[in-house]
């Protein structure tokens, strides 16, 4: 088991631990998602990305920066998504993706 990291701020336990990995389409991949199994963290994650003014909508999915056989054993994530509000969830989840997205977007031109 890996050393225990504490981080000052939630965004930052995301960009350590998790990787939101664009699908290209508009439908997600949900059989790949770390969270498919978990409906209760499912529901806090934003994996799609809607741009109306370009009429464009893209999803990811989210896969952890380390292996983990089942995320109900994945002590930090658990303490994370147990002690975080919702809401902060989503926002948090909702640029990450925004990022991966807009990244791969731009590097597929």
Same mark, same amino acid.
């Given at each position: *088991?890996?050393? +225990?990291?504490?981080? $000052?701020?939630?965004?930052?336990?995301?960009?350590?631990?998790?990787?939101?990995?664009? =699908?290209?389409?508009?439908?997600?991949?949900?059989?790949?998602?770390?969270?498919?199994?978990?409906?209760?963290?499912?529901?806090? *994650?934003?994996? +799609?990305?809607?741009? $109306?003014?370009?009429?464009?909508?893209?999803?990811?999915?989210?896969?952890?920066?380390? =292996?983990?056989?089942?995320?109900?054993?994945?002590?930090?994530?658990?303490?994370?998504?147990?002690?975080?509000?919702?809401?902060?969830?989503?926002?948090?989840?909702?640029?990450?993706?925004?990022?991966?997205?807009?990244?791969?977007?731009?590097?597929?031109?």
């Amino acid at each position: *088991m890996g050393k +225990t990291k504490e981080y $000052k701020h939630p965004e930052n336990w995301f960009k350590h631990n998790l990787t939101a990995i664009p =699908t290209g389409c508009a439908g997600g991949d949900c059989s790949a998602c770390l969270f498919h199994t978990n409906p209760k963290y499912c529901e806090k *994650m934003s994996c +799609t990305y809607n741009d $109306k003014e370009q009429d464009y909508m893209e999803s990811v999915y989210w896969v952890g920066q380390e =292996t983990h056989e089942n995320i109900g054993t994945w002590t930090e994530l658990v303490k994370f998504f147990n002690s975080i509000p919702k809401q902060r969830i989503r926002d948090i989840s909702k640029d990450i993706m925004t990022k991966a997205i807009l990244s791969n977007k731009k590097a597929c031109r």
